[in-house]
């Protein structure tokens, strides 16, 4: 079973920008399709972004254009870098891993990124 621990949440103006980092242990990073996901209040959690280990990536229509997921198997952490922030994008952000033959789901703790003036 993998570990998620989430790095790099914080206050920014709109228009700034953050990374959040996940670091994975505890298994095989490469069997994993990694993932950002964020819950904002009252809202439900929604999925952001994903990447394979052969870096396959798909994002929501909202951050299309503004944030960029990554992932460096060597380190077995996953990036999501965030520019151009919006109010709307303030939530909990949330690493997700997917172990790719039993389909096992893991969850980080979650990190604030808030956005605001």
């Known amino acids: 079973q993998v570990q998620l621990v989430e790095f790099g949440g914080g206050l920014v103006q709109p228009g700034g920008s953050l990374r959040l980092s996940c670091a994975a242990s505890g298994s095989i990073f490469s069997l994993y399709v990694m993932a950002w996901y964020r819950q904002a209040p009252g809202k439900q959690r929604e999925l952001v972004a994903s990447?394979?280990?052969?870096?396959?990536?798909n994002y929501t229509d909202s951050v299309k254009g503004r944030f960029t997921i990554s992932r460096d198997n060597a380190k077995n952490t996953v990036y999501l870098q965030m520019n151009s922030l919006k109010p709307e994008d303030t939530a909990v952000y949330y690493c997700n891993a997917v172990q790719i033959t039993t389909m096992k789901e893991n969850w980080g703790q979650g990190t604030q990124v808030t956005v605001s003036s």
């Open positions: 990447i394979t280990s052969g870096g396959v990536i």
